[in-house]
């Protein structure tokens, strides 16, 4: 067999470089490949989920099923079956690289969502001036709440209109899961418990009322109400004061008409009005007539079969005039 010649060394050199060149190119590609798959910047790299919300980022869990998971946890804690519970804000996913995007531990995630997402809960919401106050499972436990109020902060007594000051509603709405309350009876018992005193005052020498009131921030009437059994004339020291709370949520106003002696053995009708069982104004709604002759005694002076009405001082109402800012006004609509 023939022997082949010898190649050209120039020839040689250059068929070992453009080899050499290949193999790195080759190299190059297949380190390129790897990271890319590791970065996720082709299909098949490391992935995880953001988790956004009204197109906020929160945070980043490892995969969709846990962030799920931790979704149906926040739910879960507020007590009600997490069928009924939604979040008010639009909740969204993205696939994302795990190396570019540190994924969160459990406590992280939770701890970052938790703060940054609300929870919402369908119930009948008791509307104070466009405001909740507190919602009830249905519009029937929701005027029931509405009319133990009433009961619990009108002064006692009957014959009384009782009403609330503020405009009230009810409307079907979802609200936050920590103002909705299961039953009126625990509705009520959490604002009265929220307006029951707190603390007690011991009177010292030169306290009075109006100083006792003054350095709680709370009125005069307000701390004779909590304090019926004692005589703030005489205030004596040493005494136990109880400290009104809270004022209610709402304000109850109670009117009642009374009849009162007058000289002559005529009578006047007074209307005492109350705001959360405190007494704050009287008015003079009218004035009977005299018995006959009481004010005329010489029956040679004509006597009218009826005295005409006696004009009410001003600031007061009466019967024909009547501009009472306590009149009925806000109905609890549905």
Do not use: C
């Not at 009204?54 to 946890?73: C, F, H, K, M, Y």
């Not at 519970?85 to 993205?94: D, G, N, P, S």
């Not at 600031?315 to 006004?329: A, F, H, I, V």
């Amino acid at each position: 067999m023939a022997k082949s010649e010898p190649k050209d060394p120039q020839q040689l050199v250059q068929s070992l470089q453009r080899r050499l060149w290949i193999e790195r190119a080759v190299g190059l590609l297949i380190l390129t490949t790897i990271a890319a798959l590791y970065l996720g910047a082709i299909p098949g790299g490391r992935r995880a989920v953001l988790i956004s919300a009204n197109g906020e980022p929160i945070t980043v869990v490892a995969s969709r099923p846990q962030a799920n998971a931790l979704l149906d946890r926040l739910q879960e804690s507020s007590g009600f079956p997490p069928d009924r519970v939604e979040f008010a804000e639009k909740l969204t996913f993205h696939g994302v690289s795990a190396a570019r995007n540190p994924i969160a531990t459990e406590h992280e995630a939770l701890k970052a969502l938790d703060q940054k997402l609300t929870l919402i809960v369908q119930g009948a919401a008791i509307l104070v001036g466009g405001e909740v106050l507190i919602a009830l499972p249905d519009q029937q436990e929701a005027v029931r709440t509405l009319s133990m109020l009433l009961k619990e902060f009108a002064p006692p007594g009957e014959n009384m209109t009782v009403y609330f000051k503020e405009r009230v509603k009810v409307d079907v709405r979802k609200v936050s899961p920590d103002k909705l309350y299961p039953s009126a009876e625990e509705a009520v018992a959490k604002i009265v418990e929220a307006t029951a005193p707190k603390k007690e005052y011991l009177v010292k020498p030169g306290d009075s009322a109006w100083k006792i009131a003054r350095d709680n921030d709370i009125t005069v009437a307000r701390l004779q109400n909590a304090n019926l059994n004692v005589d703030f004339e005489r205030l004596p020291i040493g005494a136990k004061l109880r400290i009104p709370g809270e004022l209610p949520p709402l304000t109850i106003i109670a009117r009642r008409d009374i009849e009162e002696p007058l000289p002559g053995g005529r009578k006047k009708k007074i209307r005492i009005t109350y705001e959360n069982r405190v007494e704050i104004k009287r008015d003079l709604i009218s004035r009977s007539a005299p018995p006959p002759g009481a004010l005329y005694p010489n029956p040679a002076v004509p006597q009218p079969e009826t005295s005409p009405r006696a004009e009410a001082p001003s600031g007061t109402s009466t019967e024909e005039q009547s501009d009472d800012p306590y009149r009925w006004k806000d109905e609890i609509s549905e």
